[in-house]
């Protein structure tokens, strides 16, 4: 089946650092890529969806300025978190869709974790 | 009314058990339904997709009520292993693919 990488797996850092987070897909070409955030116990909210060559759409109330998307290859998009508080602490995983494929599949990475102290 | 709707569990059931877990979706625009699993701190992972009224996969069974906005997966002989969180999850037209899920309902399968 089709893999979604992502990198790293677990990250701590300051508050006010900033933090990237790379979601790759490993052998197939994906023209669209999603970024979901999943607190304990909630649901994955989408966050933005990230477009080859274009710019990021991003969902109702989140900052496209906190959360900087870019989507330079068919498979690789990043995603930044800026000046990150603690309440950015969540499980970020990247979502990629083959762009080959008709269906509607979306393949997830593995996840990151971010912990901002 | 929340967009996809599940019963969050758990549901604590022996290993053989059959199970049935229902989901609701508000938008009445909805083309696509699947299901996915997720492991504790895991990513979700495809379980099923439902494209039409019922969908069987060995064990685990899907069935789609258009009219009534419903999708229910029936697990039967559980194993240990399926012990999980299960995700009602929809697609809803024209959202350029935007995946909607459900919080999940919580399934441990005891020996």
């Known amino acids: 089946g089709a893999v979604v990488s992502q990198h790293p797996s677990r990250v701590i850092c300051k508050s006010g650092t900033s933090v990237k987070i790379e979601c790759r897909s490993l052998?197939?070409?994906?023209?669209?890529m999603f970024w979901y955030r999943q607190f304990p116990k909630q649901s994955l909210m989408l966050m933005a969806t990230?477009?080859?060559?274009?710019?990021?759409?991003?969902e109702q109330g989140v900052e496209k300025d906190k959360f900087l998307i870019n989507h330079a290859s068919l498979t690789l998009s990043t995603l930044t978190v800026t000046s990150a508080h603690p309440e950015d602490s969540s499980f970020y995983i990247c979502?990629?869709?083959?762009?080959?494929?008709?269906?509607?599949?979306?393949?997830f990475g593995p996840g990151t974790r971010l912990l901002v102290l | 009314r929340k967009e996809v709707e599940q019963d969050p569990g758990p549901f604590n059931v022996p290993e053989g058990a059959t199970v049935a877990f229902n989901c609701t979706y508000s938008?009445?625009?909805?083309?696509?339904f699947f299901w996915y699993r997720q492991d504790c701190r895991k990513e979700p992972k495809l379980l099923m997709s439902?494209?039409?009224s019922g969908y069987e996969d060995g064990r685990f069974t899907a069935q789609l009520n258009r009219a009534s906005q419903y999708i229910s997966l029936l697990i039967r002989d559980s194993k240990l292993s399926d012990s999980a969180t299960y995700l009602c999850?929809?697609?809803?037209?024209?959202?350029?693919?935007?995946?909607?899920f459900g919080k999940g309902t919580k399934l441990s399968v005891k020996p």
């Open positions: 990230s477009n080859e060559g274009s710019k990021a759409t991003y």
């Open positions: 052998d197939f070409q994906a023209t669209t």
């Open positions: 979502s990629a869709r083959d762009r080959i494929r008709t269906e509607e599949t979306q393949y």
């Open positions: 938008n009445s625009a909805s083309q696509s």
């Open positions: 439902v494209y039409s």
């Open positions: 999850v929809v697609n809803a037209r024209g959202s350029q693919g935007n995946l909607i």
